[in-house]
């Protein structure tokens, strides 16, 4: 058969049924569109346009493109491509990166046939696409002003890299090459003598591993080695903070859940790979598995760990509750109930590895911390760190999801062992198995008010279902307990928040990190309370906010920049003036906290007068951490953005931990500040010519904040908090019509990456509050499709305004504070509180289950 792909006759003799998408990325070799799901047809990264309409190219078979002509990316006339790139880079409609050219095949196929689109038609025609970064709003704007401009023939003006530092709409990083799909992620790198991993996972949540048959396997043609738990030379169990994560689970050991490792496979393609892993023959012993956190607390219960099933037990008792409760005029109580929730980035978990020549590896990693990978990477291999040298590739989006190793260990393995270049990939239904998810809280809630509105007292106690592995777990139920009594003001509280394993998917760091879920449950307490007592919402909310020399949920008294208060003011009129209006305040931690070093390191490294090399060790994955040192360092320096590049390579030693809790921000910003400080001084004396070779570096430490564990003096349980409001309006049919947001940022770094983080965030958490859900089944996922994780998409967002307030940071430089995370801290709380407005029904479990008025 013939066909046309970007206006040159290809012929085809193969498989007819073969995907539109393995032919373009894997025979001719155009990785611009981007496999997120295959063959699921769920996210729309794989969409490119055949004649006059835009289509899956995951579910697309070659016979039927025969004759037709296809366009990707690289098919548009150079005019399309300049508004598209230039639209979406001047509209912030970039984040991560990964969905984007699917999106651009999609628009392009729309004007085509309307050159005028609404924005609810725009919104319709990105119904087969998915973005789990923006929240759509940029990306509607975005192509809005691209029809504009080819409405009327006329050019976008190219984004300029002005020397804009803090504070100014600096382009994203990288977004030109990342519109267009150019810029590569790790899955479209290709490298020479390549070989191709696949992963065995086990057949049952909890069973005994009687015997693992290879034999067939490794006698299919094209397999090179097929890997069990004997063939790691190191250490066989990871994680984060406890050792307690097999890579693979040896013969006579238990599995404890359905996305353990049994073995893996080695060969000259994917294809030959993946059916070698249906050859392994597993012989087990099956056993039930615990499913039920409650079931796994009690005394008898089988152990799934050898230390039992609680990982960690928080608790914080300041005042006297019983004798505040007692005295109280009001009381709430509520036992509250979220979900276990699927991160759905875009991007499904890749790496590669090879081997250095030198008796150690090199990996390519999308994780959340470089240098975090390559100190478990080291033990898996029994190396030294300085044998492992992980770089890396910007990932299409990671939220908490990709912080544990996924494949990273397991082809550095392979490639160790084997001393060739290995790709390990997992599909969407193995990615959705196998990475941690956002934890399930049962909560129980007392919360006390006195005659005059004033809270008196909160009385807690909050179970986690961490499931199989601890990944960060005790880390989310700590922050669960930090942040129990949410932006307020309360003078006695007694919480207990534990962490328990199952025999279900694990769970681990995601946006949030367990406080909207808590702040789900304190809101709705507050929303009681005011019903109760009579009191005006908003008014109880401003007098119990939090402010300076208010204490915490840990105790903590807060020393400087405490903005709730002025996030309650920049909504109060909108929030009164509606008819049917939920209103919920937030509180997030900055940096990991509670007796931990928070540090980084920079290196910036003048090559010459028109080239100078960033370097620093956080993740970007659409967040915009890259911009932002950028910015930085135009503000401290005056350097032109245009000779800036940045790189994260463990090779440089510019540390980092794990890119988490919103403190890349303070803690990058701080480092670059005082790294250029020696650079603003030579400067003053010589040209970046004459500096040329030069290397200066910075750093930033955190380590005053204190041990919850410890008596002390005064808690320092964070170095840093953000603050907001949300208010979320319904229409007289009781659909969601609009989202108010007000977060204090500190210091507002670059207005179009916080808007769009905020936009982002609150995608996200409407989602969490009434569709998005992962359901097990005995330890089992019902169902690995990404359509059914229950992901908004554009036409079913509603009206997003986003509030900026900027109330500065003692310790964040330039006053600047993390956002990443407290944008979807209050929206279920304040969905929850408006469908109460509209029907008097308490919710008391997420999901709600209510709709957003459609963009029909």
Same mark, same amino acid.
């Given at each position: ?71 990707? &990316? ?134 005994? %591993?009687?015997? !693992?048959?290879? /034999? ?20 066989? @169990? ?35 790979? +993946?059916?070698?892993?249906?050859? #392994? ?36 008792? +300041? ?25 759905? @980035? ?37 190396? &030294? ?34 001393? +060739? ?73 007694? #919480? ?54 208010? !204490? ?183 659909? %969601? ?10 210091? !507002? ?95 008391? /479990?997420?999901?709600? /289950? ?7």
């Amino acid at each position: 058969m013939k066909f046309y792909l970007n206006g040159i006759e290809k012929t085809f003799n193969g498989d007819p049924e073969l995907s539109l998408l393995k032919y373009i990325r894997e025979i001719a070799g155009i990785t611009s569109i981007k496999d997120g799901c295959a063959p699921q047809a769920a996210c729309g990264a794989c969409a490119v346009q055949v004649d006059d309409k835009a289509l899956l190219s995951c579910v697309t078979p070659m016979r039927k493109v025969e004759g037709k002509h296809v366009i990707t &990316p690289e098919g548009l006339s150079d005019y399309r491509k300049r508004v598209f790139t230039n639209a979406f880079v001047q509209k912030s409609g970039v984040q991560c990166g990964f969905c984007t050219p699917g999106i651009v095949m999609q628009a392009n196929a729309l004007l085509d046939k309307n050159p005028n689109p609404n924005r609810t038609e725009i919104a319709r025609a990105l119904q087969p696409n998915l973005c789990r970064c923006t929240g759509y709003v940029k990306i509607i704007d975005a192509i809005e002003y691209a029809a504009e401009a080819i409405r009327e023939v006329k050019e976008i003006p190219t984004p300029v890299l002005k020397k804009s530092g803090v504070g100014k709409r600096h382009p994203k990083y990288d977004a030109d090459k990342l519109t267009l799909g150019i810029s590569p992620f790790v899955a479209d790198i290709q490298i020479e003598g390549m070989i191709y991993g696949a992963l065995k996972f086990s057949d049952h949540p909890k069973a005994k %591993i009687i015997s !693992i048959n290879t /034999k067939k396997a490794e006698t299919l043609q094209g397999v090179i080695k097929v890997f069990t738990a004997s063939d790691f030379p190191g250490r066989l @169990y990871t994680g984060l903070i406890v050792k307690d994560w097999p890579v693979m689970i040896p013969e006579g050991e238990t599995t404890r859940y359905v996305g353990d490792v049994i073995a893996g496979v080695a060969a000259i393609t994917e294809e030959i790979a +993946r059916q070698a892993v249906t050859f #392994i023959e597993v012989e087990y012993e099956i056993l039930k598995p615990i499913t039920d956190p409650f079931e796994a607390l009690k005394d008898d219960a089988v152990k799934i760990h050898p230390d039992g099933n609680i990982l960690s037990n928080t608790i914080i008792d +300041r005042g006297n509750v019983i004798k505040a409760l007692k005295e109280s005029a009001y009381i709430s109580k509520g036992r509250y109930i979220t979900q276990m929730v699927e991160h759905g @980035y875009m991007e499904p978990e890749c790496s590669i590895a090879k081997p250095d020549g030198n008796g150690g590896v090199e990996v390519l990693s999308q994780g959340q911390g470089v240098y975090e990978d390559r100190t478990q990477i080291a033990e898996v291999l029994g190396l &030294p760190e300085e044998k492992v040298r992980v770089i890396l590739v910007p990932n299409g989006g990671g939220f908490g999801g990709k912080e544990d190793l996924s494949v990273q260990h397991h082809a550095a393995l392979y490639a160790y062992l084997l001393k +060739r270049p290995v790709k390990i990939t997992l599909t969407r239904d193995e990615s959705i198995l196998m990475h941690p998810k956002r934890h399930p809280l049962i909560m129980n809630y007392e919360l006390g008010c006195d005659a005059n509105g004033k809270l008196t007292a909160l009385k807690a106690d909050i179970v986690g279902d961490t499931g199989a592995y601890a990944s960060v777990g005790m880390k989310v139920l700590e922050r669960a307990a930090g942040h129990a009594t949410g932006a307020y003001h309360v003078l006695n509280a007694q #919480i207990r928040s534990r962490a328990v394993y199952t025999n279900n998917l694990p769970c681990g760091a995601m946006r949030g990190f367990g406080v909207n879920q808590v702040t789900f449950a304190m809101e709705s307490c507050v929303d009681d309370l005011c019903e109760q007592g009579g009191f005006d919402r908003w008014q109880f909310r401003y007098d119990n906010a939090l402010v300076d020399g208010g !204490i915490t949920s840990t105790g903590q008294i807060l020393r400087g920049g405490t903005g709730v208060r002025q996030t309650l003011l920049a909504v109060k009129d909108l929030f009164k003036n509606a008819k049917y209006a939920g209103i919920a305040c937030g509180i997030k931690n900055t940096g990991i906290g509670n007796g931990m070093p928070d540090a980084g390191k920079v290196k910036i490294e003048i090559k010459d007068e028109n080239y100078v090399i960033l370097h620093h060790g956080w993740t970007e994955m659409g967040q915009g951490v890259n911009t932002m040192v950028v910015q930085f360092l135009c503000s401290e320096t005056d350097i032109d953005p245009e000779i800036i590049e940045v790189k994260v390579d463990t090779k440089e030693e510019a540390y980092a931990g794990m890119t988490t809790a919103s403190r890349a921000t303070s803690i990058v910003g701080n480092s670059i500040i005082n790294a250029a400080a020696k650079l603003k001084e030579d400067l003053k004396h010589k040209s970046l010519k004459e500096l040329a070779g030069n290397v200066y570096e910075g750093k930033w430490i955190c380590d005053w904040t204190t041990d919850p564990e410890e008596k002390v003096s005064e808690i320092i349980t964070h170095y840093s908090y953000s603050y907001a409001t949300q208010v979320v309006i319904l229409n007289d049919n009781g659909e %969601i019509v609009k989202v108010i947001a007000a977060h204090d940022a500190g210091k !507002i770094v670059n207005p179009g990456l916080f808007e769009g983080q905020i936009e982002g965030s609150i995608h996200m958490g409407l989602g969490y509050a009434i569709s998005e859900e992962i359901e097990l089944s005995e330890g089992r996922p019902k169902s690995t499709m990404l359509r059914k994780m229950g992901i908004l998409r554009a036409k079913e967002m509603p009206e997003v305004e986003v509030i900026g307030i900027e109330v500065p940071d003692p310790i964040g430089p330039y006053g600047a504070k993390g956002v990443g995370e407290i944008g979807l801290v209050p929206t279920a709380a304040a969905v929850a509180n408006a469908f109460y407005q509209f029907e008097k029904t308490r919710y008391y /479990k997420l999901p709600i /289950k209510k709709r957003i008025k459609r963009q029909d």
